[in-house]
Structure formats: structure tokens, C-alpha cells
């Protein structure tokens, strides 16, 4: 409930939020939402000693259509997304999933930024942006770079972003009318999936597992086989390949395989595939 | 008292008044303990044991050195600050071993969460970080979790006691009988439940502060708790300060549901260190820290048998319990499974019982009176049973019941125990919920799907429960061994101007007492309900009381107000009648009116009585001035309220997962005052009885480390897993009381549990699954449809 003591910076613009990075080094972190890194720093299981603040950087918060993709400014609020109209008709599966996070508070405060940076295997919107074949956008003292999705999830927690960067955008492509689903498979509507499954199909079919290990995964044994014309049921048998999934309270590691190749089959059905 | 009708209906009683309370508590007005402005005051903070069974040194030297710590004290440093450790008043029986339990342990932890040392700062982060500060050196002790083992004391939780078994309890009135009718019987089921821990979780975790007075020598105690009374006399023979010297408060406590029934040591902590340190002392409890901190409930492992003949009639039922004490007896700790010792038969006509409870320590957070403490227990093991004898026996699960139902015209009934239930009529209440769920189309849909082959199962779970609320009369205490009585106090005063305040020794948090004992003075004494003051929770204001818990509220105390009420109008008539220049028997009282008979214009209204039972200035010869009147009520019994109720719901046989589809409640707490109140507590009790049964658990590990410490995962429900609830009631007055009032705090989580449980073995019966432990999580579910599969290859 009372985090260890640290140091308030609240950054006026990507620049200086950047340039405060770099003073403070590995002490510092970025405060978005909020809505993960302040549960942890209350459990005393994160004690950065420098917060630097964007979570008013209004100018990256955003939904905007840039030609054949949706940019998304990262401190975009889920609250935002799941009312976005322009999703709706682009990218109706980001939507829905944005819909699913949490609670409405934690919606409110939340942001699509913080959510992919945290890199939470259990989270619902790095997977979407996963299973969408996104692109990130990384700003640092050197400029911008872009980062594929499937490169973005490197560790547990761990993002291809360096200490001194700023996650700026997100980039889905424009799927309107492309068959979807998200499987999100929990025991309260506010809770973290315990087994989540996102499939796009648009040409190819995309498919993202929540919580099936460290990262946020891509399903590629599935994709390949439904790309060498597996049926749905025979392709999601193969959903928990390659995968290391934990166990805990609400699952065992078998019991997961299983959710995922259930909810695979669920999802790809849904999705036309 | 004998037989009551209806009190005379007036418009008020019965009625929908919107609660008073809620206009503060919703805009933020209410001033829980935390809310508390306390200039000066310092900070407790609490270092607890890591470990679950450990001896341990601990060394407070760095967090003196920390800035703002004012002072730290390990445990033998505090040993000369206690007259008394702290009180368990449950002996259960002659024999009980009990450990002694220190505030702050000295020597051996006994519990993740166990107190070892205490710091108190300037501020509640300075205090925080101090606790990270002092060094405690854990010798690692083997852990005590399992409750089957522990009762095998292989492993001690206290060496001294030389067992983990505390105590037994046996309860069997004839057991040739018992004997009898098993050698006898038709029908036999034999079946083990486990009743999970469960974590209170009070929407408002526990806090207190101790205010000294600036001369010295007094104390004021705000405390978040449901027993104020009960706390000022615990806290004076613990920590030695003199009871009169004692003030304690319970401002706004947001819920305790018999978490905050205790005596805690984070209270009498802040007292003997407010008296060492002559400073006010506050501390506010943690989430997480609430999780280990706080007493849980539940905890037992039920075995049940019972006997029938051919027909599926009950001949006798016998229940060997294993209830998990924790690691040391709080408050009421040994009793609490007692508490449904003479409810294993439920509603059924029974004549042969036997119960016993063995009482084990654990190296585990104790536990304690959690909502409806001890009749959850008892209505699951009995309610789960019945459905396995329905199975049995080759009947549906509502006939079986029919044919055991203690019929209408035993009331009162003298159960094989030996209660005395004071009212009951079950088979309507039934009949309406099977009608309202539309029971035979849910049957026929179900045996559809079975054929069909869906891999979405329909279950339907009945249960009915009955239980005994209006804690309690003081002799029945007193057999059990309990240390206090079990009355109530109120006081009716009007006030000159008419307005009328009410002194009631009940100790609410949540419960809207200010409502329903302002419609009762209404009802009484003929005056508007917002004319009605109702004062409580504070032992200056109201010097006598026993408090909140135990559905025990309205049906002794409001029956306290109710009689105070009568004394009043009683004066008051004497008043009016020696005013008025007529005979007492020539008055009528009706709508506050004291009105002469067959004189329409000669009337006084109770207000003008009281003020000039103010004035003094005209009354009878040898009366006393002013208008109240003071009532300490012992109820002559218990009362008896019961319900149907029925859940319906849908398990994937592919994940496990369960969903709610519906759920209907028929309860019966006799007359209701306040109808928006009962639906209220209805609402509530249903959903923590179904979170017992889908979410909640406080699970350890083989360790005796709490893995669900957190509200991410210890699943408590909220708005969104509420099933929508279909309401409806009987009235079966209780004759214990004028108002025939009975008790609902504690329904609907008694009812809640099994019927949700036989609703999901109901729907997995045909793939051969007979029992599930609760919480019934998807993950269960599946591994037990699975196994039954594999038996069934
Ligand atoms: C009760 C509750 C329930 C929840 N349920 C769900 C759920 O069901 N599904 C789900 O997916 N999530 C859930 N969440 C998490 C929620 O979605 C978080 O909001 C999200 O994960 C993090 O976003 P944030 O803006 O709050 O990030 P913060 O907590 O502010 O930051 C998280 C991390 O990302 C870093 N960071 C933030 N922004 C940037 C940036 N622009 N560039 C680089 N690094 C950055 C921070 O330094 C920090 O390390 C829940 C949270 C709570 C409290």
C-alpha cells in the first residue's frame, strides 16, 4: 500500500521525458496510467528512485487513420479505443479487446503504451496488436525507430525498448470486414486472462495466446498449419506447440495447454478460418 | 411470550424507507477510522512473520536509527505492558488447550502474518519503511497446514500443549438411537466436504487510534469494529488500564461481516503503547496485510452420514467435523463451528443425531465468526447430503426434501439436538421457489440437452436452509460456556421539543439500524422516522450493549427498542390521562394521538406529553420528570428464519467453467420492518455464499505461505458476477418477539453455497460426477469431469 520513497519528475513533452531517462538511468521509470507499475511499486515489488511522468503528454494521445494503418498515440487511454468509432469500422477486434481490459477505472487511467511496454504475457492488448501483425514506434535521444510487434516481447516484462526510450505509437493494419475473435477466458470480467487467444483473418490468419509463457506469444504452428490448409480443429490441436506456460492458482500447465487449443478451435471458428 | 400476530400494521412498519445512512456514506461524509484527523498521532507498524512456523530473533536496533521512528519494541520488550494475553471467551469445553497468544509473539511466530515486532514513527511511511528495517532472523520450524495432519500431531504448532487438538465437542443425545436406525436403515450416504477459508474481506480493512486525554489517564479508542462494548471490557483486562478509563467509538466501519467481531492486537497495541508513549497512536490496516491479519472463516473438513429408510425418510444423520482453528484462539474462535452443531439436521424432522467437532491447530492465520459463522457449514453438509440421498434413493432432489420437512404442525419443534424452533413452514416457501424457477420446464430442458449430447450441462441445485439467529439468550450462553450473556440494551427518550433519540447498545456497519429502529419508534410511538435520532458505537454515549453480529440485531435489539417504547407510551399515558382528567383505560393511543374515547376534541399528542414531562410542572403525584425509559432485553429464545433457495447453472464441459444462469430466493425472516433493507442483506449474503462457491479461497501452500493475498487473487466478486436475483418471501412470524421479527444477515449466504454446488454436481451427475470442492473453479471442474471419464472407462 506504501511504495518506498522516490522522486517525482513530470515531463512536459516526449523530449524532456526522454532527456530525463537519460539523466536518471536504470533508477528511473516511465509513469503512464499507471495501473501497472503503481500495484507493483505498492507491493514494494518495484522501487524505482525517479517516476518520470507522461501521462499528460495529450499530444500522443490519439487514434488517427494513416492510410492503410490506424495510428495509435501510446498514451491513448483503453477507455479511448473501446469507444473509438474509427475503430470500429478498421479494427472492430482492437476495440472489442480494449472493452475486456479490467475495469472501467482501470480503463480510464490505462493507456495502450504502458499496457504493450509492461509486456505482460497476461495481458490482453499486446496479444491483439500481436495477432494484427502491429508495429511499434520507439522514440529516443537518436530519433525514432520502428518496431515490429513479433520483435517487441523479448522477456518476461522485457521490451525491445532501450532504457532511454519512449514508446510513442502503435500501428494495426486496417482489417474492416476480416473475420476475428478474442477468446479471453477468465474467472471475473475484471481479471487478467488466464488462457487468452486473439485470430485475425485478413488473407492470412494471425493468431496471438495470452499467457501461454513468458511472453505474449504469436501461435505459429497453428498459423502454419491453417497455411497449409489445416481445418480449424486440426490447427488448433497444435496451439500449445512450442509454448512454456505457467502454473499458478487458477491453472496448472496442463490444464492451460488445454484452454489454449480449446479456445484456438473457439476462436478460429469464430473467426472463419 | 406466547403467540403474536401481525402488530398492527401502521404505515411505516413494512414499508420501503430509503435508508438514512446512505445520503452521508455515498457523497463521502462518512468518517470511517482512517477519515480520523488526529494531530500528533503516530503510527504503528507491524512486522510480521515471513514465516509460517519459525523461532525467531529479531533486532529493532537499524529502525530506531531510521528517520521519524520514534520508538520499536520486539516482543519481550512489551511483556510487562499486558495484565492479560489476549482473550479467547469461548471455553468450549472444560479440557480446551489454548496457547497463550501475546500481542507480539516472543520467541516462536506461528502464523505468516504473526506479529513480531512493532515501530511506531512520526508518519505512516516513515513507519512502513521501518518495518523493512528491523532484522529478524527466521530458525525454520516445520509447518502445520494440512488439517488432517495437523489433527495426526505429528508435527506440533505449540510444543507446550503436547497436541494440535484443542478440543472436542460431542453433541449425541441418544446414540443407541443413532445406532439403531443405521443398522436399521434402507438408505445410507456417507460423504466428506470441505469447507474452504475464506477471506473476509470487509470493503474497509480494519484501523484504529488512540487518543490519550491531554491530562492523562483516559483513553479514547476509535476502532473499526462491530463490538465496541465488547472491546472497552477486553481491552481494559489486557492491557490493565481501568474500564472506566476506556472510551471506544466505532465511527463508520464499512462492514465486518464477524471479521471485526474480535479483539485484535493491533488494538491493544495502540492502547499500551498510546499509555508508554503518551502520544495519540493510530494504524490503518493494509489489503494485503488484511489478508493474513485478519481472521478467516470457514476452514473445517465434514464428514456426514445419514440414515433412511426405503421411502428416503431421515432416520438419523451423525457429523464427525475437523474445524481449523489457526495457529491460536481469537475471540470466539473454538465456537464458531459449534454454532451449527445443532443445524446438521436442517429443516428435516430427524430423531437420532450425533455431532462431534475436533478443533486443530494449524500454523495458519486463525479463524473466526465469518457471515453466518458455523450454519454455512452446517445448511452445506446437510443440503449437499440430502441431494447424494436423492440420488440414492432414485427421487428428485425437491421430493426428497418434502418428505423429510419437519411438518407445519410441529411448531414449535424439539429438534433431536435440542432446540426449540420457534416457527417454520416449509413446504410454501418451496412450492413458490420451484414455481418461480419453473422447476419441471428446467427438468425437461435439462433431459433435453442430456439427449442431445450438448457439451453445455444444465444443472438445477435446491437448497433449504434454516438457521438460528437473535444471538442469543443468556442462559442457552451459558450452557455453551460462552463469557457473556446475550441481551440487548435500548433507551427511548423524547426530547421537549417531541423529537425522540434512541440509544441502542446494537453496534451497526452497514446494516441501517438508524432506519429500521427509527421505523420502530415511528410504528410506536406515532412520530415521523426523521424525527427519530438513533445513537450507537460509542460506550459514553451508550454505556450498555453486546453489538453487532450473529443476525442478533433486530430480533433482540430492536426488540429493546420496541419495549422501550412500550414503557414510554406507558408514562406517557399516565401523563396524559392525569392532564386530560380521565382514566388511563378511557385513553387510546394511535398516531402519536393519546386520544379520550368518544371525546374527538380531547386529545394530546405524545410530543406535548413530553414537554411537559419536562415542564414537571403538572404530574402525577410521585412521578418522575421527563419522557424515556431504558430496556435490557434477554430473549427467551433463539429465532428460526429459513429459505428455498434454487440455482441454475450452465457448466462447458470443454473448460469447466460454471455460469450462473439464474438464481431465486423464497426466505422467511418472519415480519419485515424495512422490506429494501431485507432484499439488501438478501442481495449481499447470496453473492458471498456463491463466491464461496466459484471464487473465493484463501489457499496456502505446503509451506503455510497465503497464496492468494492479493485482491487479484483472492477473487472477490463484484457487480459483474452478480447473478440477477429473483426475490420472494413467506412470512412466518416468530413468536420469541412482539414485532415477530427473526433475522436476515446472514440468509443468504447460508442458503447461497450448496445450492450453487448441487446445481453444478446436478449438471455433471450423467458424466458421473458426484462432489467438486468449492471454489468450484474451471480448473476443478474440468480435472473432476475428467477423472470421473477415466473411472468411468
Ligand atoms: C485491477 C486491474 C485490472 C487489470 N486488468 C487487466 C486486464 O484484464 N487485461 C490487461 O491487459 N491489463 C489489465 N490491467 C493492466 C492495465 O491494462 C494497465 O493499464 C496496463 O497494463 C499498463 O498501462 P499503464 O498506462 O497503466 O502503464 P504504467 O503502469 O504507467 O506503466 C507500465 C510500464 O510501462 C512503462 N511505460 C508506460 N508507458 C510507456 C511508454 N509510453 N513508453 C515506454 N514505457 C512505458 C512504465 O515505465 C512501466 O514499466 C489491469 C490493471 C489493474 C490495476
Given at each position: 500500500m506504501i511504495p518506498a520513497k522516490f522522486d517525482y519528475v513530470r515531463a512536459g513533452s516526449a523530449a524532456e521525458a526522454i532527456a530525463a531517462l537519460g539523466e536518471h538511468g536504470d533508477e528511473a521509470k516511465l509513469l503512464a496510467?499507471?495501473?501497472?507499475?503503481l500495484p507493483l511499486m505498492k507491493l514494494r515489488l518495484a522501487t524505482p528512485a525517479v517516476l518520470v511522468d507522461v501521462?499528460?503528454?495529450?499530444?500522443?494521445?490519439y487514434i488517427r487513420d494513416a492510410g492503410d494503418q490506424i495510428a495509435i498515440g501510446a498514451l491513448t487511454r483503453h477507455h479511448d479505443l473501446e469507444t473509438s468509432d474509427l475503430l470500429a469500422e478498421q479494427c472492430p477486434m482492437l476495440r472489442h479487446v480494449a472493452h475486456l481490459v479490467g475495469d472501467p477505472q482501470v480503463r480510464h487511467r490505462g493507456t495502450i503504451g504502458g499496457s504493450l511496454a509492461h509486456?505482460?504475457?497476461?495481458?490482453?492488448l499486446p496479444a491483439a496488436v500481436l495477432a494484427l501483425g502491429g508495429t511499434l514506434v520507439a522514440r529516443g535521444p537518436d530519433g525514432e525507430r520502428e518496431i515490429a510487434a513479433t520483435e517487441f516481447f523479448t522477456g518476461f516484462l522485457e521490451s525491445?525498448?532501450?532504457?532511454?526510450e519512449l514508446l510513442t505509437e502503435i500501428r494495426v493494419p486496417k482489417v474492416p470486414g476480416a473475420g476475428w475473435s478474442y477468446q479471453k477466458f477468465n474467472r471475473r470480467a475484471q481479471d487478467w486472462a488466464i488462457v487468452g487467444v486473439a485470430a485475425v483473418r485478413n488473407g492470412t490468419t494471425g493468431v496471438a495466446l495470452v499467457n501461454m509463457g513468458t511472453t505474449p506469444l504469436r501461435a505459429t504452428a497453428v498459423e502454419e498449419a491453417l497455411a497449409g490448409g489445416a481445418s480449424a480443429a486440426e490447427a488448433a490441436?497444435?496451439?500449445?506447440?512450442g509454448t512454456e506456460p505457467t502454473a499458478d492458482l487458477n491453472a496448472s500447465e496442463e490444464y492451460r495447454r488445454h484452454l489454449a487449443r480449446v479456445l484456438t478451435r473457439r476462436a478460429l471458428e469464430e473467426a472463419g478460418a | 411470550m406466547t403467540a403474536t400476530e401481525?402488530?398492527?400494521?401502521?404505515?411505516?412498519?413494512?414499508s420501503r424507507l430509503l435508508?438514512?445512512?446512505?445520503p452521508a456514506l455515498l457523497t463521502g461524509e462518512g468518517r470511517y477510522v482512517d477519515d480520523l484527523v488526529v494531530p500528533g498521532a503516530l503510527w504503528l507498524g507491524l512486522v510480521r512473520s515471513?514465516?509460517?512456523h519459525a523461532r525467531v530473533s529479531v533486532d529493532v536496533g537499524p529502525a530506531l536509527d531510521a528517520?521519524?521512528?520514534?520508538a520499536a519494541f520486539t516482543g519481550d520488550d512489551l511483556l510487562?505492558?499486558?495484565?492479560?494475553?489476549?482473550?479467547?471467551?469461548?471455553?468450549?469445553?472444560?479440557?480446551m488447550k489454548a496457547p497463550e497468544h501475546r500481542p507480539v509473539a516472543a520467541g516462536?511466530?506461528?502464523?505468516?502474518?504473526?506479529?513480531?515486532a512493532v515501530v511506531v514513527a512520526e508518519s505512516r511511511a516513515a513507519a512502513r519503511d521501518a518495518v523493512e528495517a528491523v532484522l529478524v532472523d527466521y530458525d525454520e520450524l516445520p509447518a502445520v497446514v494440512d488439517l488432517e495432519e495437523a489433527a495426526?500431531?505429528?508435527?506440533?504448532?505449540?510444543?507446550?500443549?503436547?497436541?494440535?487438538?484443542s478440543y472436542t465437542w460431542e453433541l449425541t443425545p441418544d446414540a443407541d438411537a443413532v445406532e439403531r436406525a443405521f443398522a436399521e436403515a434402507a438408505h445410507t450416504v456417507s460423504e466428506r466436504y470441505v469447507q474452504q477459508r475464506l477471506i473476509p474481506a470487509a470493503m474497509e480493512p480494519r484501523g484504529v487510534v488512540v487518543v490519550p486525554a491531554p491530562h492523562g489517564g483516559e483513553y479514547t479508542v476509535y476502532s473499526s469494529t462491530q463490538i465496541p462494548h465488547i472491546l472497552k471490557v477486553m481491552l481494559a483486562a489486557t492491557?490493565?488500564?481501568?474500564?472506566?478509563k476506556i472510551r471506544v467509538i466505532a465511527p463508520?466501519?464499512?462492514?465486518?461481516?464477524?471479521?471485526?467481531?474480535n479483539v485484535y492486537a493491533e488494538e491493544v497495541l495502540a492502547l499500551a503503547l498510546a499509555r508508554k508513549l503518551g502520544r495519540p497512536v493510530r494504524w490503518t490496516e493494509e489489503r494485503s496485510e488484511a489478508a493474513v491479519a485478519t481472521i478467516q472463516g470457514r476452514g473445517q473438513i465434514q464428514h456426514i452420514e445419514l440414515a433412511a429408510d426405503a421411502?428416503?425418510?431421515?432416520?438419523a444423520v451423525r457429523v464427525r467435523l475437523l474445524a481449523d482453528l489457526g495457529a491460536y484462539l481469537q475471540l470466539v474462535t473454538p465456537g464458531i463451528p459449534l454454532l451449527g452443531a445443532f443445524l446438521y439436521h436442517g429443516v428435516y424432522d430427524i430423531p437420532a443425531y450425533s455431532f462431534s467437532c475436533t478443533g486443530v491447530f494449524t500454523t495458519k492465520t486463525p479463524t473466526d465468526a465469518y457471515r453466518g459463522a458455523g450454519r454455512p457449514e452446517a445448511t452445506y453438509a446437510i443440503e449437499r447430503a440430502m441431494d447424494a440421498l436423492a440420488v440414492e434413493v432414485g427421487v428428485d432432489p425437491a421430493e426428497i426434501r418434502r418428505r423429510n420437512f419437519?411438518?407445519?404442525?410441529?411448531?414449535?419443534y424439539s429438534s433431536?439436538?435440542?432446540?426449540?424452533?420457534?416457527?417454520?413452514?416449509?413446504e410454501p416457501a418451496l412450492a413458490r421457489a420451484l414455481e418461480m424457477v419453473g422447476y419441471e420446464e428446467l427438468r425437461a430442458e435439462q433431459a433435453r440437452r442430456r439427449e442431445s449430447g450438448s457439451t453445455a450441462h444444465l444443472g438445477v441445485g435446491i437448497s433449504f436452509y434454516v438457521e438460528m439467529c437473535g444471538l442469543a439468550p443468556s442462559r442457552v450462553l451459558a450452557s455453551l460456556n460462552?463469557?457473556?450473556?446475550g441481551w440487548e440494551a435500548a433507551t427511548v427518550r423524547v426530547l421537549p421539543t417531541g423529537m425522540v433519540q434512541v440509544v441502542t447498545g446494537t453496534s451497526p456497519h452497514g446494516q441501517g439500524h438508524e432506519t429500521s429502529w427509527s421505523m420502530i419508534v415511528a410504528d410506536r410511538?406515532?412520530?415521523?422516522?426523521?424525527?427519530v435520532e438513533v445513537l450507537h458505537s460509542d460506550t459514553d454515549v451508550s454505556p450498555h450493549g453486546l453489538d453487532?453480529?450473529?443476525?442478533?440485531s433486530l430480533a433482540v435489539g430492536g426488540t429493546a427498542v420496541w419495549h422501550a417504547c412500550e414503557k414510554v407510551v406507558a408514562k406517557a399515558r399516565t401523563i396524559a390521562a392525569h392532564q386530560l382528567e380521565v382514566?388511563?383505560?378511557d385513553l387510546e393511543f394511535s398516531g402519536g394521538q393519546f386520544q379520550v374515547r368518544g371525546s374527538p376534541d380531547r386529545a394530546m399528542p405524545i410530543q406535548a406529553v413530553a414537554f411537559q414531562a419536562f415542564l414537571?410542572?403538572?404530574?402525577?403525584?410521585g412521578m418522575e420528570p421527563g419522557l424515556s425509559a431504558q430496556v435490557v432485553w434477554d430473549p427467551p429464545n433463539f429465532t428460526f428464519p429459513f429459505g428455498a433457495h434454487i440455482a441454475v447453472v450452465e457448466v462447458?464441459?470443454?473448460?469447466?467453467r460454471v455460469q450462473l444462469l439464474r438464481y431465486v430466493a423464497v426466505d422467511?425472516?418472519?415480519?419485515?420492518?424495512?422490506p429494501l433493507i431485507v432484499e439488501g442483506q438478501v442481495h449481499g449474503g447470496i453473492l458471498q455464499g456463491v463466491a464461496q462457491a466459484l471464487w473465493e479461497e484463501a489457499a496456502y501452500d505446503g509451506d503455510g505461505?497465503?497464496?492468494?493475498?492479493?485482491l487479484a487473487d483472492y477473487l472477490v466478486p463484484s457487480a459483474a458476477e452478480a447473478p440477477s436475483y429473483e426475490l420472494d418471501h413467506t412470512v412466518t412470524p416468530s413468536p420469541t418477539n412482539p414485532m415477530g421479527v427473526k433475522g436476515v444477515g446472514e440468509a443468504g449466504t447460508i442458503g447461497a453455497a450448496p445450492a450453487v454446488m448441487n446445481a453444478i454436481v446436478d449438471a455433471l451427475s450423467p458424466l458421473g460426477v458426484t462432489d467438486i470442492d468449492m471454489p468450484a473453479s474451471p480448473h476443478r471442474v474440468w480435472s473432476a469431469i475428467r477423472a470421473a471419464k477415466e473411472a468411468q472407462q
Open positions: 496510467g499507471g495501473h501497472s507499475l501521462g499528460r503528454l495529450d499530444d500522443l494521445r509486456a505482460d504475457p497476461a495481458s490482453d525491445a525498448l532501450a532504457g532511454d490441436e497444435r496451439a500449445d506447440e | 401481525t402488530p398492527a400494521a401502521t404505515t411505516v412498519l413494512g435508508r438514512k445512512e446512505d515471513t514465516v509460517a528517520p521519524g521512528v520514534v510487562d505492558a499486558w495484565a492479560a494475553p489476549l482473550p479467547c471467551a469461548w471455553p468450549v469445553t472444560e479440557d516462536t511466530a506461528c502464523y505468516v502474518g504473526d506479529i513480531v495426526e500431531d505429528r508435527v506440533l504448532v505449540h510444543e507446550d500443549l503436547g497436541t494440535n487438538r492491557t490493565g488500564v481501568p474500564e472506566h463508520a466501519v464499512g462492514g465486518g461481516f464477524g471479521s471485526k467481531l421411502a428416503g425418510k431421515v432416520t419437519i411438518p407445519t404442525d410441529a411448531f414449535p433431536a439436538p435440542g432446540l426449540v424452533f420457534d416457527s417454520g413452514d416449509y460462552f463469557g457473556a450473556g410511538l406515532g412520530v415521523d422516522p426523521d424525527h453487532t453480529y450473529g443476525s442478533r382514566a388511563e383505560e414537571a410542572h403538572d404530574l402525577p403525584e462447458d464441459e470443454e473448460t469447466g422467511d425472516c418472519g415480519n419485515q420492518v424495512n505461505n497465503l497464496r492468494s493475498a492479493t
